[in-house]
């Protein structure tokens, strides 16, 4: 069974970091590339950052570029998510999800954590 | 970057009735088009993929077609299930955009 669990969420002020975590299991992880895609209260779904299997291709949306770092460490099975310089406007639920090729680009998303809560008030 | 615009954004309808929601990208992306569902308080789960191709377990109710610009998501008989967000995504090129979300509610 695939399971993606999410972690270290929280509540920090704005200009605080945060690093989220993905853990996998029920597949080959590096068979895969994985994103993230946030939801904010009450909103829709927005893509975050991807990576594919190898690290070899990550793409970002505009809204976190050069301030979010994606990566993941095969071995440990895990995906990553470094915000840097968090904003009010980055309060949402954090969701990992796999897709459905190795690549980063030309497989949707066949599996989704539970998210993990970032809140960033002062 | 192409944009992914659904209509409508909300709607109400029978249970038992036809519904019907687009999505339209602002250029083509083949048939690079998934569909996915949010039920309250719940996590997204895949519907459609490729367009049209069903993701195995979802009721046969459920169907994908388009291509290019225009996709369309039916359900063929609403259930009370189906109370739920729907939203398209698009994953040909990045970012690998989700469409505002349509929300079906029952009548």
């Known amino acids: 069974e695939v399971q993606l669990v999410e972690s270290g969420g929280g509540s920090v002020q704005p200009g605080w970091s945060l690093r989220l975590s993905c853990a996998a299991s029920g597949f080959t992880f590096d068979d895969y590339a994985m994103h993230w895609v946030r939801q904010a209260p009450g909103k829709g779904l927005e893509w975050v950052s991807g990576i594919s299997w190898n690290s070899g291709r990550i793409a970002y949306a505009d809204s976190v570029k050069g301030r979010f770092t994606i990566s993941r460490d095969n071995a440990k099975n895990s995906l990553y998510l470094q915000m840097n310089s968090l904003r009010a406007e980055d309060t949402a639920l954090y969701y990992c999800a796999k897709a459905k090729a190795y690549s980063l680009l030309g497989g949707h998303f066949d599996y989704w954590g539970q998210g993990t809560l970032v809140t960033v008030s002062s | 970057d192409i944009q992914m615009t659904q209509s409508p954004s909300s709607l109400s309808a029978s249970v038992g009735d036809r519904v019907t929601i687009t999505c339209r990208a602002s250029?083509?992306?083949?048939?690079?088009l998934a569909w996915y569902q949010q039920k309250p308080g719940k996590v997204p789960e895949l519907l459609i993929y490729a367009a049209s191709t069903l993701q195995s377990g979802v009721p046969s109710r459920f169907s994908g077609s388009g291509s290019g610009t225009d996709f369309t998501l039916t359900i063929s008989s609403l259930q009370p299930e189906d109370v739920a967000t729907y939203y398209c995504?698009?994953?040909?090129?990045?970012?690998?955009?989700f469409g505002g979300g349509t929300k079906v509610e029952i009548k």
């Open positions: 250029q083509g992306i083949s048939n690079y």
């Open positions: 995504q698009k994953y040909n090129s990045d970012p690998l955009t």
